[in-house]
């Protein structure tokens, strides 16, 4: 029979297993991804409590977040599968559920069920989108050219745009009688175009190189949309989404010209 505690010598105790510590590198980019989860989640709170200034901010806040932290995680070289995994997990959350919430307690509620599977459509298409995206990095076969370029809109821009009857809410236009069923078809617009085969602007290499010439330029750009941001924050929001749903059309435009000259580049050993 085994003894429960077999004796044995001083110097001779068993040793615990120490794992190695992990590096701060590969700990910043995921702390930042949980705090743009957290303002997301924060968010839907805020617009229970018919806080909808706030809720946008929390929105707009987890955008920021959430651009930064594949930004910071390429610069420090702290990128990992769990990295990945877990931005997509609080992007849903941040950008699928929560600006869906925020809509339902805006107007959507007034609608009653027809409301409410408008935003679990939201939702849906948001997670089908990230789905979608995560296949795509690993496509070895995918053109260099098609990374600055998204396959349907990209999960923070759908939550920033489809916030657009908040922003004119908020600058005062007026809300008619009977708008929530627009908003509601503009929203299921919006899910669309996140599941879409429509290419938009990614932007990943914008910015990597900056000509001398256009430094200072740039400073004073970027002060003033910082200092008009601030000060007319649900203004900007609006003006930006706008333009960006103008945009679309030329982003597609931008895609077909760089897929055409693609096909015409003569493969090797092919005579030209």
Not at 4 to 13: K, Q, T
Not at 138 to 146: C, E, L, S
Not at 172 to 194: C, K, R, T, W
């Amino acid at each position: 029979m085994t003894e429960l505690f077999p004796p044995f010598e001083p110097g001779d105790e068993p040793k615990t297993r120490r794992f190695k510590p992990v590096p701060m590198r590969l700990l910043l980019p995921n702390l930042i991804t949980l705090l743009s989860l957290c303002s997301g989640l924060t968010g839907m709170r805020l617009a229970i409590e018919s806080k909808l200034e706030m809720a946008v901010m929390a929105i707009f806040v987890a955008a920021i977040l959430d651009g930064l932290d594949g930004r910071v995680a390429r610069m420090m070289k702290g990128t990992s599968r769990f990295g990945a995994e877990l931005d997509s997990l609080a992007d849903f959350v941040s950008f699928g559920v929560a600006p869906a919430v925020i809509l339902y307690f805006f107007s959507l509620h007034s609608l009653h069920s027809p409301g409410w599977i408008i935003v679990l459509l939201f939702a849906c298409a948001s997670a089908l989108r990230l789905a979608r995206f995560n296949v795509a990095i690993d496509d070895p076969d995918r053109p260099a050219w098609q990374k600055d370029f998204f396959v349907g809109m990209p999960a923070p821009a759908g939550a920033l745009t489809v916030l657009l009857p908040v922003y004119l809410h908020l600058v005062g236009v007026a809300h008619p009688l009977g708008s929530a069923v627009i908003e509601a078809i503009y929203i299921l617009f919006i899910a669309f175009m996140m599941i879409s085969r429509i290419p938009t602007y990614a932007g990943k290499t914008l910015g990597s190189r900056v000509p001398r010439s256009a430094v200072i330029p740039l400073f004073i750009v970027v002060v003033a949309f910082v200092a008009l941001l601030a000060t007319m924050m649900f203004e900007m929001l609006a003006l930006l989404t706008l333009a960006y749903l103008v945009c679309i059309p030329l982003m597609v435009r931008r895609y077909r010209q760089l897929a055409a000259a693609e096909t015409q580049v003569p493969t090797a050993g092919t005579p030209v």
